[in-house]
């Protein structure tokens, strides 16, 4: 487990924590615009502290993410760097739809293919994110040997 160097924000009702490269985020009901400026801080944060970064998201039929949260989160994702592959467990049709289209605009604005799977459980989840952040990995080295 990694203990965070970066403090975590509070973020309503929504869960958050980082544990082996893992940002691990419940949410519980509708992200908001302010709780999503949080939520990307700490991500950017623990994407450039940590050697590798991917995003597990356990959701109920509850979550949703207002307009304005849904503009911020595409318009402050950073092409500089490797996509932070997604995992989301536990969602409905709708969950499905609302995250789908949020990754498809950061992937047309913003031009990054943005890994992202849905899973029934967090197990398969996991197992997913381990051979993403393998990628990603990979990417990063890339990156570095550019500079």
Same mark, same amino acid.
Not at 1 to 9: A, E, S
Not at 106 to 124: A, C, G, K, Y
Not at 133 to 142: E, F, N
């Given at each position: 487990?990694?203990?965070?160097?970066?403090?975590?924000?509070k973020l309503g009702?929504?869960?958050?924590?980082?544990?082996?490269?893992?940002?691990?985020?419940?949410?519980?009901?509708?992200?908001?615009?302010?709780?999503?400026?949080? !939520?990307m801080d700490y991500?950017?944060?623990?994407?450039?502290?940590?050697? +590798?970064?991917?995003? !597990?998201?356990?959701? +109920?039929?509850? =979550?949703?993410?207002?307009?304005?949260?849904?503009? =911020?989160?595409?318009?402050?994702?950073?092409?500089?760097?490797?996509?932070?592959?997604?995992?989301?467990?536990?969602t409905g049709v *709708?969950?499905?739809?609302?995250?789908?289209?949020?990754? +498809?605009?950061?992937?047309?604005?913003?031009?990054?293919?943005?890994?992202?799977?849905?899973?029934?459980?967090?197990?398969?989840?996991?197992?997913?994110?381990?051979?993403? *952040?393998?990628?990603?990995?990979? *990417? *990063?080295?890339? +990156?570095?040997?550019?500079?």
């Open positions: 487990m990694t203990t965070p160097l970066i403090p975590v924000p009702k929504h869960q958050l924590s980082l544990h082996s490269g893992i940002v691990i985020i419940e949410v519980n009901g509708i992200l908001s615009l302010e709780e999503a400026e949080r !939520l991500i950017h944060r623990c994407d450039m502290t940590e050697p +590798n970064l991917g995003m !597990l998201v356990l959701a +109920n039929e509850e =979550f949703s993410v207002t307009p304005e949260a849904r503009r =911020f989160l595409v318009k402050s994702s950073r092409p500089e760097r490797p996509p932070v592959p997604m995992a989301v467990v536990g *709708l969950v499905r739809a609302v995250l789908t289209l949020l990754v +498809n605009a950061i992937r047309i604005t913003m031009r990054m293919d943005v890994p992202l799977s849905f899973f029934p459980s967090e197990v398969q989840a996991r197992s997913w994110l381990k051979e993403q *952040l393998v990628h990603r990995t990979d *990417l *990063l080295t890339k +990156n570095t040997s550019r500079v």
